[in-house]
């Protein structure tokens, strides 16, 4: 359950009307800001913590996703053509005199 409703509330911050685009980072960054509030309270317990961090991670799994920005996500530098494999060769030796 509390897995659904975090991927719920991410889903609400990341997918955000036309007209809110343009406010899409600071409103995220609020998110952030309030879940990094929780983990640093002293207040917090350990459960509400472990929530926020789960909270950030999903923030952090989206943007990758979809990329932040004009920033492209790092999975996809990771796709493409697959290269041949090289191998390299130490043949470096030191010489005893």
Not at 68 to 87: F, I, S, Y
Request: proline share 2%; with cysteine.
């Amino acid at each position: 359950m509390i897995s659904k409703a975090i991927k719920f509330l991410i889903g609400v911050y990341t997918n955000l009307d036309e007209d809110l685009q343009v406010s899409r980072i600071s409103i995220q960054d609020e998110l952030i800001e309030r879940c990094m509030q929780i983990v640093g309270s002293p207040q917090s317990d350990e459960q509400t913590v472990n929530r926020a961090l789960l909270i950030v991670k999903n923030i952090i799994f989206e943007a990758e996703k979809k990329g932040t920005g004009g920033v492209q996500p790092h999975n996809a530098v990771l796709k493409g053509e697959l290269l041949e494999k090289v191998l390299v060769k130490n043949k470096a030796t030191t010489q005893k005199g």
